[in-house]
Nanobody, 125 residues
Framework: QVAVQESGGGSVQAGASLRLACTSA?????????MAWFRQAPGKEREGVSC???????TYYVDSVKGRFSLSRPNADTLYLQMNNLKPEDTAVYYC??????????????????WGQGTQVTVSS
């Protein structure tokens, strides 16, 4: 069962911007939940991209997107990932997840029980 719904993916040229959105698909809201974005490129393992803690709304990013991506939670029902200056290496399926562990290290993004089906981001050079 899909718990969250991603949107906003697409095909763009390098240097362009996209904003991914994540909303609840089964009626729960994101209040009091850590939230995260993951991505999986073809032939690669899934990696954590960014997460936000429900306490203090602190955000963390994988090194490869720092300064280009920005995570925000404008309300209890929506999570955004603003992606600027996109690069071909950002090409992947991006997944939103709720309810897991969030820390400075993307390797520690785990225990997320609620996932979406993903949205494709393709960046061409």
């Amino acid at each position: 069962q899909v718990a969250v719904q991603e949107s906003g993916g697409g095909s763009v040229q390098a240097g362009a911007s996209l904003r991914l959105a994540c909303t609840s698909a089964d009626g729960f809201n994101f209040k009091n939940l850590n939230m995260a974005w993951f991505r999986q490129a073809p032939g690669k393992e899934r990696e954590g991209v960014s997460c936000i803690k429900w306490i203090g709304e602190r955000t963390y990013y994988v090194d490869s997107v720092k300064g280009r991506f920005s995570l925000s939670r404008p309300n209890a029902d929506t999570l955004y990932l603003q992606m600027n200056n996109l690069k071909p290496e950002d090409t992947a399926v991006y997944y939103c997840a709720a309810g897991g562990f969030c820390s400075e290290s993307p390797n520690d993004y785990n225990g997320y029980p609620k996932w979406g089906q993903g949205t494709q981001v393709t960046v061409s050079s």
